[in-house]
């Protein structure tokens, strides 16, 4: 098994291609060892020394190490994480938590085909995107003009994560959608 690994635009964060399925749909993100229990690659993952945050796409694993960890010494522990979990032949993901985990709050009511038009342009336009830098953007809701967003994987605490939501996402959905004034970020 040859493993892959790319960098991101956040230092704190590489991402690693298996060359095989991670997840078939959806995102499944692990802001901390404590969420990991759905998924035995991530427990294994979280099993190295100075790991932070695991982030998993269609293809890849993102992987978060603390500041002051030297990636020198905690990628090859990763790689041999990811690559004893392939080879035992467990599921990433077990039992019900198999199902996608990407977020998309629903939104009924008057602002319905606008919540409509948004997802469909971050799914078309925006999740592609950042998952090239190895992460996810779900929609949390739309209010008075204002859409709420959450970035995971690479994207949660990259130094231009902002930039990207302001520059990128907020000009792109105000130019399709009139009625979007401003995009913000949430948390979890």
């Given at each position: 098994?040859f493993?892959?690994?790319?960098?991101?635009?956040?230092?704190?964060?590489?991402?690693?291609?298996?060359?095989?399925?991670?997840?078939?749909?959806?995102?499944?993100?692990?802001?901390?060892?404590?969420?990991?229990?759905?998924?035995?690659?991530?427990?294994?993952?979280?099993?190295?020394?100075?790991?932070?945050?695991?982030f998993?796409?269609?293809?890849?694993?993102?992987?978060t190490?603390?500041e002051?960890?030297?990636?020198?010494?905690?990628?090859?522990?990763?790689?041999?994480?990811?690559?004893?979990?392939?080879?035992?032949?467990?599921?990433?993901?077990?039992?019900?938590?198999?199902?996608?985990?990407?977020?998309?709050a629903?939104?009924?009511?008057e602002?319905?085909?606008?919540?409509?038009?948004?997802?469909?342009?971050?799914?078309?336009?925006?999740?592609p995107?950042?998952?090239?830098?190895?992460?996810?953007?779900?929609?949390?809701?739309?209010?008075?003009?204002?859409?709420?967003?959450?970035?995971?994987?690479?994207?949660?605490?990259?130094?231009?994560?902002?930039?990207?939501?302001?520059?990128?996402?907020?000009?792109?959905?105000?130019?399709?959608?009139?009625?979007?004034?401003?995009?913000?970020?949430?948390?979890?």
């Amino acid at each position: 098994m040859f493993i892959q690994t790319e960098s991101t635009p956040n230092p704190a964060t590489l991402k690693f291609l298996p060359g095989q399925e991670v997840l078939s749909a959806g995102t499944a993100d692990f802001p901390a060892a404590e969420s990991a229990s759905p998924s035995p690659l991530a427990q294994r993952i979280f099993g190295v020394k100075g790991v932070t945050g695991v982030f998993f796409g269609t293809d890849f694993v993102t992987v978060t190490k603390e500041e002051g960890a030297d990636w020198d010494a905690v990628k090859p522990q990763v790689l041999g994480a990811i690559m004893e979990h392939y080879q035992s032949g467990e599921p990433v993901m077990a039992g019900a938590e198999a199902a996608a985990r990407s977020g998309h709050a629903e939104h009924d009511g008057e602002d319905g085909e606008i919540v409509s038009q948004i997802k469909e342009l971050l799914d078309t336009r925006v999740r592609p995107a950042v998952a090239q830098d190895g992460g996810d953007i779900t929609f949390h809701g739309f209010e008075r003009g204002v859409v709420y967003l959450h970035m995971q994987g690479a994207c949660a605490g990259c130094p231009s994560s902002t930039l990207t939501l302001k520059m990128g996402i907020e000009n792109l959905l105000r130019h399709y959608i009139p009625e979007v004034t401003e995009v913000r970020p949430v948390a979890a």
